[in-house]
Structure formats: C-alpha cells, structure tokens
C-alpha cells in the first residue's frame, strides 16, 4: 500500500534545494539494531520489520521542535508524551525511533515509528504536532517524505 502521491514531497513545488534540504534528514528506528531510514533509500531492514510486524505502512513522525523552531528539552519531552498518547488513542503499534538533524548528526529528536497508519492519520498526527514533514514507509518501495499541507501548497 503506497501512500497518497499528494502527501509526498515529489508532488509539491518545492525548489530543488528546499527538496534536498528536506531529503538529507536521516531516521533511525530503535530496534536491537538500530535501523537507518532516509528518503528515497530501500532498506530491506525495513521491509522485513513491516513483515514481521504485519505492517503494510509505517511513519517516522516526532512531535519536537514544532515548525522548525527549536524548543527547550522539557518541552520537547512533553510533546513526545503526547504524541504517544495521541498513537495510543488511535489503537496503533509503535517502535522509539529518532529524526536526526540535517548537518549534525549528534543532534537528534525522539520519533516514533507508527505501524499500520493510514495518510490520512499520518498527516492528522503531522498537522496537530505542526511538523513540516515526516518519513512514509511501506514494504515495497524505498521510504518517501510526506509534507505538511501548508508546505505542500506553498512551496516552503
């Protein structure tokens, strides 16, 4: 099951250093192993964990650092609260994972990686937490960014 074409960033109208900026965040899945994600990169890791789990999809989302303004640790730790309240309340599986930052790789922010989300919910979860994008997976194609509506319409 693929995602919507209309939630990726490959259908917004983006420049191509918006879309290059968006596509270096790597992601990585808190497993045993860690599991690294990024857009557009196949990872036969990923498709075997979405098999084993009985997933056709999955999303990499956080709730930290809101539009891309960086909050305090304390914040950012409530707003991960709520958003695994939030995946509790919508009855779906998910594993810790993080979003890494774009050019420091130290720098990371707690995510989660959602199991069996539709896009729907996927861009619900993104739009109430006002994250510009999050990671779209599924079993048989390579992970795919899905960008916020705003983002989507306006090119940011």
Known sequence: MKSPSHYLIDGATLSAQQRNAFRVTSYTVRLPRRLKLQAGIRNSELAQLLRTQGAATAAVITACNPAGCPLPATKNKAR????????????????????????NDDDSDEAFLILNISGGQAEALMMEFDQYTLLWCNQSSPPELMLHPLVRQRGQ
């Open 80 to 103: 991960h609260a709520e958003l695994a309240t939030a995946i509790e309340e919508l009855k779906l599986k998910s594993l810790p994972a993080e979003r890494q930052a774009g050019d």
